[in-house]
């Protein structure tokens, strides 16, 4: 029989703390400590936990987020983000909607380096948002394809979600993992630039002139050092030449470096640096830790697989069930950030959806491509408010040109969820 009363306290308790604006990971903590009382007492509780945020950070794997989130900070400050874009406004900025065009190209990549999209949104907002209002751009506009496109980060590798992910589902590969994000990744930004060339023809937005093959080949040559970061870390992942905790500080050394010889980053910098990068990863160790402590909550009251039998009971053809999930996973992150969803779901989901045959490196990609929605989304979305932020306008103004690229993001998802090889056919093809 299935006892809905631990439910009911857990997501009750979880969903008033939040109301009351509490930090999320004290609400998940919160709420976990209240449903354990349910069942014991207060001091073996309290107690437990204790322990179990504390064993839950207690993982080698995690090494790999300080360090990534460092690297990330060094290339916002050391100069990258604007070669970067200099590349990127040779490729696609004679496009109709070409700055927009140029925003989307240059989040795919700075995300994919940075492994962050809140740093590749307040790149790009910082730097491209005036240049796009100069040219006639709507500032909604431009916060929109900043927004949504700085989600792409999130898929395409190197990402600290996803190595948080390989911690949740009990050690899927993370080269696997990696690799799984570069298609789905890309096919959401080229869905997003079709986008964003409509509606810059619909409302007669510029489009600059056309780069000449010696202007794309110098600008490339000035990005090569900033693009070779993904060939030595993504490379030396799948070529076994060290670990994903190890790439991630090989990231921080060559991103140091880097930004010294572009002579943007100095060492009395480095200080302030190190610092945003600790007080980031605190808010995400803390997150983490509150989350690991809620999954064993879920799994002590027999949740996921009470879940299970209840989706089960629905229906037992895949395509309805993983329809299922997807709505979940969507409606889930509205309200919660993708770093406690991973940990707090896959734990849920992941049984079932191996149950159906899906590969767990699949269904990694697929429910990030969820979360990657949910950032843009209020009440939580730090994307949208970190977009909106930096263009200073509202999230009521930017809903209009923010609903066809959420659309264009949920096709995304459904075409990587029923068309599993967008995810495998990469790890398959070099044997991961």
Request: proline share 5%.
């Amino acid at each position: 029989m299935i006892e809905f009363l631990p439910v009911i306290i857990l997501v009750l308790s979880f969903l008033v703390l939040l109301t009351l604006g509490v930090p999320v990971a004290w609400c998940i903590a919160m709420s976990s400590l209240f449903t354990l009382m349910y069942g014991m007492p207060f001091s073996a509780a309290t107690t437990t936990v204790s322990q179990r945020i504390a064993t839950g950070l207690d993982s080698f794997a995690l090494l790999a987020i300080p360090f990534f989130i460092l690297s990330g900070q060094i290339m916002s400050e050391g100069g990258i983000a604007h070669r970067l874009i200099s590349f990127a406004k040779t490729l696609v900025g004679f496009l109709p909607g070409g700055l927009a065009l140029i925003n989307i190209v240059s989040a795919m990549m700075m995300g994919a380096i940075a492994g962050s999209a809140m740093a590749s949104a307040s790149a790009m907002g910082t730097i491209l948002g005036p240049e796009m209002e100069k040219e006639g751009y709507s500032k909604e506009f431009g916060a929109a394809v900043n927004i949504t496109s700085s989600t792409t980060g999130l898929v395409i590798p190197p990402s600290n979600t996803l190595i948080v992910y390989s911690l949740a589902s009990g050690g899927v590969s993370i080269a696997a993992l990696f690799l799984a994000g570069y298609i789905p990744g890309i096919l959401t930004g080229l869905l997003m630039m079709i986008v964003a060339m409509v509606w810059a023809k619909r409302n007669k937005y510029p489009v600059g002139k056309r780069s000449s093959l010696k202007e794309v080949f110098v600008k490339f040559i000035d990005a090569v050092p900033s693009l070779l970061l993904l060939v030595i870390v993504i490379g030396g992942i799948i070529g076994g030449i060290f670990t994903a905790t190890e790439a991630s500080a090989v990231a921080v050394l060559y991103t140091i470096l880097l930004s010294f010889y572009y002579k943007e980053l100095s060492f009395k910098d480095l200080p302030k640096v190190i610092l945003e990068s600790s007080q980031t990863t605190a808010i995400v160790m803390l997150l983490i830790g509150a989350s690991m402590c809620m999954s064993w909550v879920l799994s002590y009251e027999n949740i996921p697989q009470d879940i299970s039998n209840a989706l089960l009971s629905v229906s037992d053809n895949k395509i309805v069930i993983l329809l299922m999930i997807n709505l979940i996973l969507l409606a889930v992150g509205v309200f919660m950030d993708a770093t406690p969803a991973v940990l707090i779901f896959t734990p849920i989901f992941l049984p079932i959806v191996t149950d159906l045959g899906m590969d767990p490196t699949h269904f990694g990609i697929v429910l990030m491509l969820n979360l990657c929605i949910g950032l843009c989304t209020p009440p939580v979305g730090s994307v949208l408010f970190v977009g909106v932020g930096i263009a200073k306008t509202t999230i009521s103004k930017v809903i209009r040109p923010l609903l066809p690229l959420f659309l264009v993001m949920i096709l995304s998802l459904f075409l990587v969820t029923y068309i599993p090889q967008l995810s495998l056919w990469l790890p398959e093809f070099f044997g991961v």
